[in-house]
């Protein structure tokens, strides 16, 4: 099972709709066209949530505010998300995700750009952390390493989709 089948999903399936599923709770809500782009953008809270705080900590340098902005704005996010948005959409009943979802259209040579971008980013980021680092702090040294190691984990991950189909 793939890490990100465990975590809600949008996606396209094969009546070309678009469709949010819950694996949690095995439920899957028919998202409208019309109402796509509001819904995509509550669905990526967390980074909007992250953006916002980045933003308000380079302009005060006060790392304690960009937190409590990230705190407040996942929180206030989240709370509309499951009280207005998902409520208005259509709950699919008995939706089977295995079914419906559509395979991946991305060719080999695709697969392969995907794999090697990720790995050279991993691998400069790890090169900046050990051999480029004498003006990180601790904050910047954790955001370098968890970057580079998670660009290499999706370098690994894409290498062994591109073998595998």
């Known amino acids: 099972m793939n890490l990100l089948e465990t975590l809600p ?15 949690k709770t095995k439920t899957a809500y028919h998202i409208k066209d019309k109402d796509l782009v509001k819904f995509n953008a509550f669905y990526h809270r ?4 992250l953006a916002a705080g980045a933003v308000l900590w380079s302009l005060t340098e006060n790392i304690m505010a960009g937190m409590i902005l990230v705190l407040l704005t996942i929180y206030a996010t989240t709370k509309i998300f499951h009280n207005k948005i998902l409520p208005s ?20 040579s695709i697969k392969i750009v995907r794999t090697v971008v990720y790995f050279m980013l ?17 904050i910047r040294t954790i955001l370098v390493t968890v970057f580079a190691i998670l660009s290499i984990y999706l370098g690994s991950v894409s290498f062994i989709d591109s073998i595998k189909h």
């Open 46 to 49: 967390y980074f909007i949530s």
């Open 89 to 108: 959409t259509n709950r699919l009943t008995k939706y089977d995700i295995s079914a419906n979802k559509k395979e991946s259209e991305q060719t080999k």
């Open 122 to 138: 991993g691998f400069a980021l790890l090169y900046l952390l050990i051999f480029d680092n004498d003006d990180y702090d601790l």
């Open 9 to 23: 999903t949008l996606f396209q399936d094969k009546q070309k709709r678009h469709i949010y599923y819950q694996p």
